[in-house]
């Protein structure tokens, strides 16, 4: 039997066109989850970003949009994980990255699988304030978000080493400000800060853009 040979050029470009799709996936995933729940908070009756964080979306009649959202994005982050192993292989950071990006995406999914207790007047007609108790599936969303956000975090440090090590000081700055924007939101929020929903949101809406907008790069030169 005679084996078929595929030409190198014919196998390279299909790899090629493959590491183009996965990267695709990550450079829409962040803008599409940003522009959904951005579109909620500001329509979305007794919704309040600087009291009211992002997840709360996820409860009440329309709760299945802002679920939806995460299971999508959450999915696209994970395909654009792959897409930028491809696109870093060799590289600084090539290993951690996109492995980082991935448990992100794995915490995307399971915060939209965990949905929060509805509070503090969302949705509208619950009751002002935090509920007096805590169903499982929101302590299991804090914990996915906790766990999706500390991966975001470091991912977007990995990048800025990956970045300073190929002499790109301008995105290696980029990255680290983006890793530090999340930190601080996030923390800012845990500690009950002054509009600390609002904080998390930039922060996290920050990194996601950054890693999207990598991605979005590494695909031109794929």
């Keep these: 039997?005679?084996?078929?040979?595929?030409?190198?050029?014919?196998?390279?470009?299909?790899?090629?066109?493959?590491?183009?799709?996965?990267?695709?996936?990550?450079?829409?995933?962040?803008?599409?989850?940003?522009?959904?729940?951005?579109?909620?908070?500001?329509?979305?009756?007794?919704?309040?970003?600087?009291?009211?964080?992002?997840?709360?979306?996820?409860?009440?009649?329309?709760?299945?949009?802002?679920?939806t959202n995460f299971l999508v994005a959450g999915v696209l982050t994970i395909a654009g994980a792959a897409g930028l192993r491809r696109a870093l292989h060799g590289a600084p950071g090539g290993r951690w990255a996109p492995r980082l990006v991935r448990v992100n995406g794995i915490g995307m999914i399971a915060a939209g699988v965990f949905v929060m207790n509805p509070a503090d007047g969302f949705p509208a007609g619950t009751p002002y304030g935090m509920p007096e108790t805590l169903t499982w599936h929101s302590y299991g969303h804090m914990a996915a978000g906790s766990i999706a956000f500390i991966a975001l975090i470091a991912a977007c440090y990995v990048l800025g080493r990956h970045f300073s090590r190929a002499g790109n000081r301008g995105h290696a700055i980029a990255s680290r400000v983006a890793g530090t924007a999340l930190l601080v939101g996030n923390g800012w929020s845990m500690s009950g800060g002054t509009a600390g929903s609002l904080t998390l949101a930039v922060g996290a809406i920050t990194a996601m853009l950054w890693v999207s907008l990598t991605a979005a790069r590494l695909r031109r030169t794929a």
């Design 1 to 67: 039997m005679t084996a078929i040979q595929i030409p190198a050029t014919a196998a390279s470009t299909g790899t090629s066109a493959a590491t183009r799709s996965l990267l695709t996936c990550a450079a829409v995933s962040g803008p599409l989850w940003a522009v959904v729940a951005l579109a909620q908070a500001a329509t979305r009756e007794g919704f309040d970003l600087t009291r009211h964080p992002l997840s709360l979306l996820s409860t009440g009649s329309l709760g299945w949009l802002q679920i």
